[in-house]
């Protein structure tokens, strides 16, 4: 059984970094040919896909959010971060980790972590 945890600070001030772990159990981040993903939704909205971190550890970010994301791995830890610079109110979401199984034939996400709730204020 696979299963995604999401952790980090749930408040974050205007202009500083959010920053996100998601820890996986039950497959290594390191195994062909999974890949590990951040999406988050605001309140009221729909899902926004942030980017991806591949097996072999290349990571892609959205086009309108490249410029602040990051995304990187620790394999010892099998964890995978998310860090997002110069936030704002509107990057107030639940943020979720996910995993995407490219054999599965529907292509979507197959494990989902609960998501965490982030709040940007001051």
């Known amino acids: 059984q696979v299963q995604l945890q999401e952790s980090g600070p749930g408040l974050v001030k205007p202009s500083q970094t959010l920053s996100l772990t998601c820890t996986v159990s039950g497959e290594s981040i390191t195994t062909d040919y999974y890949t590990w993903h951040w999406i988050r939704q605001p309140p009221g909205k729909g899902l926004e896909w942030m980017g991806v971190i591949e097996y072999g550890g290349t990571s892609y970010s959205s086009p309108s959010l490249k410029s602040r994301t990051s995304i990187s791995r620790d394999t010892s830890k099998n964890q995978f971060s998310l860090q997002l610079n110069s936030v704002t109110p509107d990057d107030t979401a639940v943020y979720f980790c996910?995993?995407?199984?490219?054999?599965?034939?529907?292509?979507?996400?197959?494990?989902w972590g609960q998501g965490t709730q982030v709040t940007v204020s001051s």
């Open positions: 996910a995993r995407k199984d490219p054999s599965k034939s529907l292509g979507g996400m197959d494990y």
